[in-house]
């Protein structure tokens, strides 16, 4: 099977459908999201090592991926399978790889607090091996747009689909965080016409569900992982 991308220089780890063998599969790098019981999805990125970090770049063209991970070998960074956090110590191979052995059920854990960076070897839609790895430094771009909802905890913004966690930051024009989008006069905003009540997620996905059409928003997001970070409900035409 030819590569669909070639290792640029000796820094440069081949991300994104390395060929096939019996002993790995084929090989991504990116952030992975829980997509429901047992289930990930990644979209590939090319990843650079430097030194025990990962820099990672946006792949023009790449298609999202999903897997099972239900019977997946799965390694962390953490000293400890049930950490949040890696506080101070890190458990990593010479490959920069997590390597603290951990089971399908602590991946579902580290996915249920948000998109973590892995490298991901799989056949065909499973996932065989799972390592977590510490990311070089982050990127957020802001943005102006329409955004509807997917799900729960997903959005399309124009041609990106985006998740979101309990982590983001919903700014409202109305008066409560309960109101329907754009509800009554914009008592929470700018001169611009951007909201500034401190919103939840949770408010954020009540006032989309019954929105049939894109509504119009200022953004904060994170290109690599697909994150959506910030949310600005827009008042008019600002």
Request: aromatic share 8%; net charge positive.
């Amino acid at each position: 099977m030819r590569p669909l991308l070639a290792c640029a220089t000796a820094l440069t780890l081949c991300t994104v459908a390395t060929p096939a063998t019996a002993a790995t599969g084929t090989v991504v790098y990116g952030y992975a999201w829980a997509d429901g019981t047992s289930t990930l999805r990644v979209t590939p990125l090319t990843a650079t090592a430097h030194g025990k970090r990962y820099r990672l770049e946006r792949l023009p063209g790449a298609k999202e991926l999903k897997l099972d991970y239900s019977a997946a070998d799965f390694r962390r960074v953490t000293v400890a399978c049930d950490l949040k956090e890696t506080e101070g110590k890190v458990a990593l191979d010479a490959k920069g790889l997590g390597k603290t052995r951990c089971t399908p059920k602590d991946l579902a854990f580290v996915l249920s607090l948000g998109p973590a960076p892995v490298r991901i070897a799989y056949e065909g839609g499973k996932a065989v091996k799972v390592n977590e790895f510490l990311p070089d430094g982050s990127s957020t771009r802001s943005a102006t747009g329409t955004v509807k909802r997917v799900d729960d905890h997903t959005v399309q913004f124009g041609g990106l689909r985006l998740g979101y966690t309990w982590m983001l930051g919903f700014n409202r024009v109305t008066s409560r965080c309960t109101d329907p989008w754009l509800h009554g006069r914009p008592v929470h905003a700018d001169k611009h016409g951007l909201g500034t009540k401190a919103c939840t997620d949770k408010d954020f996905t009540r006032a989309l569900k019954p929105l049939a059409n894109p509504v119009r928003v200022r953004v904060d997001y994170d290109p690599l992982s697909n994150q959506l970070l910030n949310v600005w409900e827009v008042f008019g035409d600002a």
